[in-house]
């Protein structure tokens, strides 16, 4: 048990896995991240909030945390950007915080334990009770939340300037920066929810689908073979970023399984085998594709482009023969390094060896 200050919403008991994520400043981008529904993110940083909120920042339509820990809440904020301070943000939607806690034990504990469910409750309803509640909530593994946090009707983006190709977006969980970095690459993007039919999907005769980002168990989401068969039958260009990665993967054959406490940060070491070079990446997931070496087992058709130089898990795959690229991590980096937005480059070139350009 670990005492605290409650912030923002203090009337119910907040219920979730949590996490830690190791990010300096981005504390509104990890907030608004989809691929966070269900869980309690516990900040490293020791002072959150010191550059207050706006709305700009948001990657969601509203905050997707289960919950927050932090060290120290900051009682004032200064940017000229802000329009209010995080403890009013976090009461305004309704997000638990516990302030005041040693952050750094907390953090060893969940490094050394894994992951686990936890809850956020006030002290007068009694531990007992508090962790009755914890007990009941469902684990991660085995949850399907992306229907949670996907958009309910498909919709459309504009091209920033002139289109040059039309993108189908399987919202999962999507980042607003990951649509932002699409669009302003000469992409119309028409995002659908996540259990479309691929048939729906491709209809429109879309250039190229992205698999975004979301939160659950990869092995949880129902049509994964369903659609990545579709998607390989039009040999259509296809970029998975996250979740989307770990279905790429899935549905070619692989399997996944569930890290012990996950990686999620904006420091993250990647090697990238090809350019032999290091990328400083932003990560954020509990579940990771199984690999041996440079192959996927029970996906043959995949390559490993991609690997974690803390702990050699998998970052990212390429199809032997189809265009088909995939990253665990985030390149959109909001928040984080930009070390990897040169992959939304890769996959316009993949549209454009389909679909010269007139």
């Known amino acids: 048990m670990f005492e605290g200050g409650l912030v923002g919403a203090d009337e119910s008991v907040a219920l979730g896995e949590v996490v830690f994520n190791t990010s300096l400043v981005g504390y509104q981008e990890i907030l608004t991240d989809p691929s966070y529904a269900g869980q309690i993110v516990t900040l490293t940083a020791p002072l959150i909030g010191n550059y207050g909120v706006t709305t700009a920042d948001d990657e969601a339509r509203r905050p997707w945390v289960a919950g927050l820990v932090v060290r120290e809440l900051s ?3 200064s940017n000229w950007r802000a329009e209010s301070s995080l403890a009013d943000y976090l ?4 997000i638990a915080c516990i302030e005041g806690l040693d952050t750094r034990k907390l953090t060893r504990h969940i490094r050394s334990e894994g992951a686990m469910r936890a809850g956020i409750g006030p002290a007068d309803l009694g531990v007992e009770e508090i962790l009755r509640r914890v007990r009941e909530h469902p684990p991660m593994a085995g949850l399907d939340l992306t229907g949670v946090v996907t958009t309910p009707e498909p919709y ?8 040059r190709f039309r993108v189908a977006v399987y919202d999962f969980g999507v980042k607003r920066r990951s649509l932002e970095l699409l669009t302003g690459r000469g992409c119309e993007l028409t995002v659908y929810p996540a259990a479309t039919p ?4 491709l209809d429109s005769e879309p250039d190229g689908v992205f698999l975004s980002n ?8 129902a049509g994964v073979a369903r659609l990545i068969e579709a998607l390989a039958e039009r040999e259509l260009p296809v970029f998975g970023i996250c979740l989307g990665h770990q279905l ?3 549905g070619f054959g692989g399997s996944t399984y569930k890290l012990l406490y996950g990686h999620r940060g904006g420091n993250h070491p990647v090697h990238h085998l090809a350019a032999r070079q290091v990328e400083i990446t932003s990560q954020n997931h509990g579940f990771a594709v199984l690999a041996e070496g440079e192959s996927v087992p029970g996906a043959d058709a995949l390559v490993v482009t991609h690997i974690n130089l803390n702990d050699g898990t998998l970052e990212g795959v390429r199809h032997r023969e189809l265009p088909v690229l995939a990253v665990q991590y ?4 909001a928040p984080g390094p930009h070390d990897s937005r040169y992959l939304f480059d890769e ?3 993949l549209m454009e060896k389909r679909k010269p350009r007139a």
Not at 198 to 201: L, S, T, Y
Not at 214 to 221: E, L, S
């Open 347 to 349: 996959f316009i070139g």
């Open 156 to 163: 459309g983006l504009a091209a920033q300037g002139e289109t």
């Open 330 to 333: 985030h390149p959109e980096s």
């Open 198 to 201: 691929p048939a729906r999907a």
């Open 91 to 94: 009461a305004r939607h309704g």
């Open 214 to 221: 979301g939160p659950g168990d990869p092995d949880a989401v």
């Open 75 to 77: 009682a004032s904020y």
């Open 248 to 250: 790429i993967s899935l």
